[in-house]
């Protein structure tokens, strides 16, 4: 007997319910582990408050499909989404580090820029030393093989 997760299409199929049948545990169902989609139902029963429901369409009570209470899948959906926005404020406010720390480095690079540039205006006056520095030394030595 082979495991269903090692072959390709089936077991691409297979994940997939394994993945559905644990979402559908949590928040709002989007879709059933039996593929099919989930409709609002609410209940009906005489003398009771009727209720909302997260139904697959082909319900039946046999434990392959989900149906869930309304409020239920609300408040967990409510839960799940407060952990994600705090996620992202927690991401955010990192990210506000960052722009602090990149600030930084713009302000020394420009600092850096007027370094560089000025260093680069004593290179050229070395160099403009140096070939009159070389010239002088060719004239002398011209005077010198003459003598």
């Known amino acids: 007997m082979s495991d269903p ?4 299409s089936e077991g691409t ?16 169902l989007e879709r059933c582990p039996c593929g099919s989609q989930i409709i609002i139902q609410i209940s009906t029963e005489a003398g009771a408050i ?23 899948a609300i408040e967990d959906e409510t839960r ?6 705090g996620d992202n404020e927690s991401r955010m ?9 990149i600030d930084g480095i713009d302000k020394a690079s420009k600092k850096n820029d007027g370094v560089i540039a000025h260093l680069s205006y004593q290179i050229d006056e070395i160099d403009k030393a140096s070939k009159k ?12 093989e003459k003598l």
């Open 5 to 8: 997760s090692y072959s390709d």
């Open 13 to 28: 199929s297979y994940m997939e319910m394994v993945y559905l049948v644990n979402d559908s545990d949590f928040g709002i």
């Open 50 to 72: 009727p209720k909302k429901y997260f139904v697959c369409k082909d319900f039946k009570n046999d434990g392959l499909h989900r149906k869930k209470e309304w409020t239920e």
């Open 80 to 85: 799940r989404l407060k952990t994600k926005v």
């Open 93 to 101: 406010r990192s990210l506000g580090g960052l722009e602090y720390r």
């Open 133 to 144: 520095n070389a010239d002088e030394i060719a004239l002398l030595k011209a005077i010198i």
